[in-house]
Nanobody, 126 residues
Framework: QVQPVESGGGLVQAGGSLRLTCTTA????????MAWFRQSPGKERDFVSF?????????YYADFARGRFTISRDNAKTTAYLQMNNLKPEDTATYYC??????????????????WGQGTQVTVSS
């Protein structure tokens, strides 16, 4: 089992930055890739970004994240980060970390992931 734990959310003004962290240390489950999704009340969970833990050149971003958000991971391949810059009020959501135990066929689909964290709230004020 792998238990992702997110941290780093908070309240920030528009134009500000936050860095989210997802740790998965411990557990014996396989980790192939890690991703971030987000969800606002009454809306579907949306893909934000993905990183292949064994090839960190393999990164994907949602259109709204490209150019403002950067995903990365640590050398131990157990922690992923999401650096979010130039935040906008529409970025307000609960951000979830997800872990895929195998290479996803479509990294943007939530069903490809085996483990999920509890989420961290990001609120961007205008």
């Amino acid at each position: 089992q792998v238990q992702p734990v997110e941290s780093g959310g908070g309240l920030v003004q528009a134009g500000g930055s936050l860095r989210l962290t997802c740790t998965t240390a411990g557990g014996s489950g396989r980790r192939h890739g890690m991703a971030w999704f987000r969800q606002s009340p009454g809306k579907e969970r949306d893909f934000v970004s993905f990183i292949n833990l064994f090839d960190d050149n393999m990164k994907y971003y949602a259109d709204f994240a490209r150019g403002r958000f950067t995903i990365s991971r640590d050398n131990a391949k157990t922690t992923a980060y999401l650096q979010m810059n130039n935040l906008k009020p529409e970025d307000t959501a609960t951000y979830y970390c997800a872990v895929a135990s195998a290479r996803p066929r479509d990294a943007s689909r939530a069903r490809e992931y085996d483990y999920w964290g509890q989420g961290t709230q990001v609120t961007v004020s205008s």
